[in-house]
């Protein structure tokens, strides 16, 4: 029995391995290309090189991307497409006007549905990632005539955000700076996964 278990030291030295293995998946991968917004004026400009970062920086991370939501997009975009393109090539007007019409209905409902998806899910993030088993959005806002940008984690019940100047992130040629960003990113991912152990001690206690 004491075999099988193992001994404490063996314990501790597997938890330290583990602990270590997180740690080195959180660091920053040093093969990076740099990013850079082709104008510190241009709020597209920086919300690219953002995005950019992020989608080379994560995988390689560690972090496992989740593309349930851009596929289901993909999807309902392919069947828009396919009532679009049965309507003008296969059916006759005005023959098949009322299939027509079906189409049309079917084409602008199925676009409805994609938009309520990124208005009310995917929203202003750039990639959704696996935290904890869990899917989180990383969104990064930019508000209209504003120098802050905010990243954001977004879970399904709990979401961490924080809120900085431009200047942080981006020097005066607007090169990103990938291990200001990286930090920021980190700091946000403890305080998501600290967010959820306090939630499930909660639960708990109740």
């Given amino acids: 029995?004491?075999?099988?278990?193992?001994?404490?030291?063996?314990?501790?030295?597997?938890?330290?391995?583990?602990?270590?293995?997180a740690m080195v998946e959180m660091e920053l991968p040093p093969e990076l290309d740099d990013k850079k917004a082709g104008s510190l004026y241009a709020r597209t400009d920086i919300l690219k090189a953002m995005s950019e970062f992020f989608n080379d920086a994560l995988?390689?991370?560690?972090f496992q991307e989740d593309h349930f939501w851009t596929n289901i997009r993909i999807i309902m975009c392919m069947v828009c497409c396919g009532f679009g393109c049965y309507a003008q090539f296969v059916l006759k007007f005005?023959?098949?006007?009322?299939?027509?019409?079906?189409?049309?209905v079917g084409y602008f409902l199925f676009t409805g549905i994609v938009g309520l998806i990124d208005m009310f899910v995917v929203k202003t993030s750039v990639m959704c990632v696996k935290v904890n088993g869990e899917s989180v959005f990383v969104d990064v806002t930019m508000n209209q005539f504003s120098s802050e940008i905010e990243l954001k984690l977004r879970g399904r019940s709990k979401s961490v955000s924080h809120q900085t100047s431009a200047g942080d992130y981006f020097d005066a040629d607007g090169y990103l700076s990938a291990e200001h960003v990286h930090a920021a990113f980190v700091k946000l991912v403890r305080r998501f996964e600290k967010?959820?152990?306090e939630g499930g001690e909660k639960k708990k206690d109740k």
Avoid: N, T, W
């Avoid at 995988?59 to 560690?62: A, E, L, V």
């Avoid at 006007?97 to 079906?102: K, M, P, V, W």
């Fill in 59 to 62: 995988p390689r991370m560690g």
């Fill in 1 to 21: 029995l004491f075999r099988s278990l193992g001994s404490p030291r063996q314990h501790l030295e597997g938890s330290f391995q583990a602990k270590r293995m």
């Fill in 94 to 104: 005005p023959k098949d006007r009322l299939y027509i019409g079906a189409c049309v």
């Fill in 195 to 197: 967010e959820g152990k």
